[in-house]
């Protein structure tokens, strides 16, 4: 064991122990060693103090890891990424139902559409179909009745009519 107790506050914070148990207080077994050092060398505890102001000033926060760690901690990576599973790409199969059935509805629309409006075309009465049959006579004398002669602006198309001029 090295004579700690012999140490300056300059080269206790050198010592790569106690910049690890300043930098990791939550290692168990160094800050341990520390505290149960500390209690058996009372009289350095102001040193203590200095060299650990000095470690927290000096120290950037950067972690120097050994090639043992790096290792480690590379090992770790890859079977983290060995064990994770493949993930499948997503397949637009809903994407093509929906469009198809979309399509069938617009379809089915469409074409009853077009078939109310066919119906309604031949089926009701229009209004030129009444003026070209023209009211229907009944004469009173006779069990027979008779349609009222076409005006000559109804009877021939537009394209025959002679022009007056």
Known sequence: MKPYSEYSAEELAMERL???WVRFPDDLPIRTFWENWMIQHPTMNRTVQQARD???TASDRTDDFTVE????????IQNSIEVLP???PL?????TKATRGSF???SAGILA??????LWFFLAPSSLTR???GPLLVHPDSTTSRQAPLSDSLATPPSYRKSIR
């Open 131 to 133: 003026q070209l049959s």
């Open 18 to 20: 106690f910049i690890r």
């Open 104 to 106: 069938f509805r617009w």
């Open 69 to 76: 760690e790096v290792g480690t901690l590379w090992s770790r």
């Open 54 to 56: 000095l470690v927290e």
């Open 86 to 88: 493949v993930v499948e």
């Open 91 to 95: 397949t637009t199969t809903v994407r």
């Open 113 to 118: 559409t077009m078939l109310l409006l066919s």
